[in-house]
């Protein structure tokens, strides 16, 4: 075999092999960007708007938003259904003054769940 002919075809096994044993980058998770109310901050009541941006698509059909009040009670909340495909909103209504946490779950255009937790202080002005 031609010196130049096995050289090529080293080369072209290299190439097939490198194909082969790529690693293909991983898909993030869903990263919580923004939120409204922000992380441990004091927002005044009784209505508060709540909104979660995400660095990746959300399935807003499978994702969930709990409201846990002041005495440990769960509701949840319902998501809008008219936001980008970043973001869950809603919409916490008569809340009284107190400590509350935001639970969310997210499902990622990644296929995986992601799930956070908001803690934040509801003030009557």
């Known amino acids: 075999m031609q010196p130049a002919r096995r050289s090529l075809r080293a080369f072209l096994l290299l190439v097939a092999v490198a194909v082969f044993f790529k690693v293909a980058p991983a898909a993030a998770h869903a990263v919580l960007l923004e939120s409204n109310p922000p992380l441990k901050s004091a927002v005044s009541g009784p209505h508060v708007s709540i909104k979660l941006r995400f660095n990746v698509r959300i ?48 499902l990622a255009s990644d296929g995986h769940i992601t799930r956070g937790e908001i803690p934040f202080t509801v003030t009557l002005s």
Request: glycine share 6%; no cysteine; hydrophobic share 40%.
């Open 59 to 106: 399935d807003a059909l499978r994702s969930r938003l709990t409201l846990i009040h002041p005495d440990g009670s769960a509701q949840a909340l319902e998501i809008a259904k008219e936001t980008p495909a970043d973001t869950v909103s809603s919409e916490a209504t008569g809340l009284s003054a107190g400590a509350y946490r935001l639970r969310w779950q997210v």
